[in-house]
Structure formats: C-alpha cells, structure tokens
C-alpha cells in the first residue's frame, strides 16, 4: 500500500507541476468570520494571492482547478477554517513544498487580513503578513498585491517558528492596557459629554468633569502636546449661550471667554486621522464636533475644523504596535541564535583545527619511530602523509568557512532589517528591506530602497512641487510634495 501510495505521489507531482525547478505552493481558500458578510471577500484574496504568487516568479502555483478536483477527490477541506497541521496534510498529500492559508476578520469598518506561507516539511510558517485595510475592493487588492510580494521573498524573513501569528481582535478583546498604550502612541483619547440642561456639548480630556455632564463617550484621540504638523485647538466658553466652542484661531469674533488650549491635532488630512466636522444648532446655541459629516438634527454644517484618530482606527493600531514589538523581540531573539551559530561554527571550527593538527604530529612522531626508513624515504614519507594533512584540514576549514559565511551573510541582512524597520516602521523598513517601492514612500525611503537614481526632474507648480526620479531609464516614481505618488514602467 505504501509503494502504491509513493507511485501515486509521483504521478501526482508529475502531473501538478511537471519539471519545473520552482517550489510547488498550493493556495487554500481564505477563511472568514462565520455570520458576517466577509464571505465575498474571499474569492477576491484568494484569486489575488494566486496572481501575486504567479507573477512573482518564485514558485509553481498549482493550478486551481486541479486542486479543487483532487482534494474533494479526497474528501479534504480546504475551505473555512484550516489549521497549520491540515495544512501541512494537504501540502505533504499534493507533493508541494509550502501551502498559503490566509484569514478574513473585520473591526469595526476595516477588514482585518492574516496570510502566511507553512513549510511543508516541517509545519512552520516561514513568513506572515498581517495588514488592515477599508472594504474597498481597489484599496484592497493593493495591499494584497504587496504581501504577496513580501511573502514570495521570505527566503529574506526571519523563522517565525512558535509564532502563533497576529490577533487583533484577540488583543482588543482582552483589554488594552491604556496608560502604556496611550504613551506609546502619544494620543490621548477626548471624551464628549452633554449639558440637558444648558443644550451644551463640551469635549474634554478629562474623563470626569465637574458638573451635570452625560458621558456620551470617546469622540476621538488627540495630542495633549504639541507633534510636529499639530496646532493647539482652544477651548472657549459663551456665558450667555452656556455654549463651549473649540477652534485653532485664538482669538474668534464674539463673547468668547478662553479657557486655555484643550489638546493639539493636524489641521489638514494626515494619513490614520479622520476629518472632525463642526456643525451649529441655531435654536439651541450649541457647537458640534463629530467623525459623522451627517448628524441628525437641525445642525448646520460649518466644515472640518481639525483632524483627529476615530476609535477603531487608534485599536487597529495599538494591536499592530503591539504586533510590530513581539514582531521585533523575534527579530531580536533571531540574531541572538545567529550569533550563538556562529560562534558555535567558529568554535567547532578551531577544535577540529587542532585534533587534525595533532593527529598529524602524532602520525609523524608514530612513524619516525617504527620504521627503519633511510632520511631520504622518511622525509618523502613526511612529506605524503603533511601533504595528506594539508588537504584534509583545507576541504575541513573550506567547509566551516561556508557556514561562517552564510551565518554572517544571515546576521548582516537581518540588522539590517531591524534597522530599516526601526527607521521607518515594520511595512515601510519592510519594504525597502526587499529593494521595494510603493506609495507614501518618502524620497528618502525610495533612496534607501533604490539608491540614487539615474536622473531628477522637477515640475514646480503653484500648489504642490512634483519631482520625477528614473533608475535605469526604465522605471519612473513620481513625488508630490514629498511623497510617492505613482510608479510606473517607461
């Protein structure tokens, strides 16, 4: 039954991927939250993932059809939820070398995205990419198209052995640790409560103010001190209307009393903050400030008066902080093993360094006194047997020299890693770590990514600057104001 089931691997690797050289990979359905609406997601990550994998070169993607036809053949699901072992199962079952599972979860309005590469032979997930993105299908795509990249290059990644992956959701529901999360992203979070009374509402840091306050809870996150690119946002109060009033103009037209400023935020569009609108009620006297450009109510819109971080996107990005630091204590550990390795190998290399040379001179002392050899034959004898030495500890110390040089080569790229991502962040460091360009980029990032490129030209107009870098007179990215905003093959 064995030999049976050997023939029939055979015929089934011959079948599925034919002589090319390339790793097989086979590319399980997406899993999604059950009673949600995230099902039609999943055709659409699973296609893009297969597409990403093609275009990459880097494997023999089975092709979807069979794959289907064989694994229901065999009664195996590879739709809903797969655990690394069954994945594993299904890999080892189709004769490929890594299987792609991937998961769907939402928060709030964002779509959640776990997807990572298991090694077949050993059930580890040599690479993972965990990214959140809005449900449109465009915005989407993107992001799959650039973990798709990532992942086709994780001979680069660090060994994620023992991890179990990144959980949001996990992290969320198990109460964020406010005090250190807060200092690690600077925010604070801004409470709106409401007068009955007075028809008031009033935005405050503190969570507990004085008064007949309604909590009406966290509106948004803010800066209790200035961050670059932030402007203070006063805080006034109107006796006579019993009206609160906020704004980044100190001195505003009318009975204004000030009262200090309330916290700092960007005036203008800032990549994870949302637009804060400002509406008035004419009967009630009261401002209004809300991520909802369209509040019930008799309120009249007065525009965007600052921007701040909703409540779901400043979760989101708590638990990716909190991903990115157990991401870099495995990066960390990481290079701890490498150089145990290595001083290991350099060990093992002077030891067997020295037996070799001691069982040389023991030979040659052995000899000198057992033979009755004349010197000429003796020293021709010494000569063989260093010769023989000299071979043995040359092919010996080459194949130390390898390992020391591949464990070096390892170190190097994974510092420089960790520099990139201390740098410039886990998806960016990440990027540039692979020579990669995408938008937002900064000019700098693309230089670190790319070098210096081939020639620069400059378009300004009288709203923003846009510059033009080429490499290799066949690629050209475009800046505006600093950032990537397209790229694109001449």
């Given amino acids: 039954m064995r030999y049976l089931r050997i023939i029939f691997t055979t015929f089934l690797f011959s079948i599925l991927f034919g002589n090319s050289d390339l790793p097989a990979l086979a590319v399980l359905d997406f ?24 275009k990459s070169q880097k494997y023999t993607v089975i092709e979807r059809s069979e794959l289907d036809k064989l694994l229901n053949e065999q009664k195996f699901s590879h739709t809903g939820l797969v655990d690394d072992e069954t994945a594993q199962e299904i890999g080892k079952f189709l004769g490929a070398q890594y299987v792609h599972v991937g998961s769907i979860s939402s928060l709030q309005q964002k779509l959640i995205i776990t997807t990572k590469i298991i090694e077949v032979s050993t059930g580890v997930a040599k ?24 992942l086709s ?19 969320i529901e198990s109460g964020l640790d406010k005090k250190n999360d807060l200092k ?75 009262q200090g400023i309330e916290f700092y935020a960007y005036p203008n569009e800032k990549d994870g903050f949302v637009p ?43 638990a990716l902080l909190k991903q990115s630091e157990n991401f870099n204590k495995i990066l960390l550990a990481q290079q701890e093993n490498q ?31 057992l033979t009755n050899l004349s010197i000429e034959e003796r020293n021709e004898q010494e000569r063989l047997l260093k010769q023989e030495f000299e071979r043995k500890l040359k092919e010996t110390m080459k194949d130390y020299d390898e390992k020391l040089d591949q464990e070096t080569l390892a170190r190097v790229k994974s510092e420089k890693r960790l520099e ?25 990032m693309v230089k670190y990514s790319l070098g210096e490129p081939d020639d620069i030209k400059l378009d300004e107009g009288l709203i923003t600057t846009d510059k033009y870098y080429t490499y290799n007179f066949k690629y050209l990215i475009k800046f505006t104001n600093g950032k990537v905003t397209e790229i694109k093959e001449l």
């Fill in 420 to 444: 990139l991502i201390t740098k410039f962040g886990e998806k960016m460091g990440g990027l540039i770590f692979l020579n990669q360009v995408a938008l937002d980029m900064s000019e700098e």
């Fill in 339 to 369: 150089q145990k390795d290595f001083d290991k190998y350099r060990r093992m290399k002077e030891d067997d360094e020295k037996r070799l040379r001691e069982e040389f001179n023991q030979k040659i002392q052995k000899e000198r006194l």
């Fill in 127 to 150: 690479a993972s990419e965990v990214f959140y993105s809005s449900k449109d299908i465009e915005n989407l795509l993107q992001q799959l198209e650039i973990a798709s990249k990532k």
């Fill in 153 to 171: 290059n994780h001979n680069n990644e660090i060994d994620f052995t023992g991890s179990k992956g990144f959980e949001p959701q996990k992290i």
């Fill in 184 to 258: 690690d992203l600077g925010l604070i979070p801004i409470h709106r409560f409401y007068h009955k009374a007075n028809k008031d509402h009033f935005y405050t840091k503190n969570p507990n103010p004085k008064g007949k306050w309604t909590n009406q809870g966290i509106e948004f996150y803010a800066y209790p001190e200035k961050v670059s690119g932030t402007v203070p946002i006063y805080r006034f109060y109107h006796k006579a209307n019993k009206d609160h009033f906020y704004k980044k103009n100190p001195k505003p037209k009318g009975k204004w009393k000030a």
């Fill in 276 to 318: 804060i609108y400002r509406f008035y009620h004419k009967e009630n006297k009261d401002h209004f400030y809300t991520k909802n450009p369209k509040p019930k109510g008799k309120w009249k819109a007065q525009g965007i008066e600052f921007y701040g971080m909703a409540e779901d996107d400043y979760k989101i990005k708590i």
């Fill in 31 to 54: 899993d999604f939250q059950k009673n949600s609406n995230l099902e039609e997601y999943a055709p659409i990550c699973t296609n893009a993932m297969i597409s990403g994998f093609v």
